[in-house]
Nanobody
């Protein structure tokens, strides 16, 4: 089993920045996909960004150029740096992990095996 714990959420004004962290523990592997998803009130959970064990990254169009996903393998931690935040970025952010079956980065929540509890991000206008 793998446990994921997110942190770093909070309240920020539009145009501001936040950095989310996702620490993995348990039976982790050096081969993985890590993803960030978000769910706003009344909406479905949506893909935000993902990172493969090779360092390849993928972003949703809505966050491209503003968000950056990165990792620190020594800490088993993945980060989501969010800049130029907008009110529409308000959501609960979840990190997720998947043991790869191939090289294509998954972007649907059903593809991921493990999930964190989520962290709230609120962007005021």
């Amino acid at each position: 089993q793998v446990q994921l714990v997110e942190s770093g959420g909070g309240l920020v004004q539009a145009g501001g920045s936040l950095r989310l962290s996702c620490a993995a523990s348990g039976r982790t592997s050096s081969i993985y996909f890590m993803g960030w998803f978000r769910q706003a009130p009344g909406k479905e959970r949506e893909f935000v960004a993902a990172l493969s064990w090779t360092g390849t990254t993928l972003y949703a169009d809505s966050v491209k150029g503003r968000f950056t996903i990165s990792r620190d393998n020594s800490k088993n931690t993945v980060y989501l740096q969010m800049n130029n935040l907008k009110p529409e970025d308000t959501a609960i952010y979840y990190c997720a992990r998947k043991t790869p079956l191939g090289i294509k980065i998954p972007t649907t929540q059903g593809d991921y095996n493990y999930w964190g509890q989520g962290t709230q991000v609120t962007v005021s206008s």
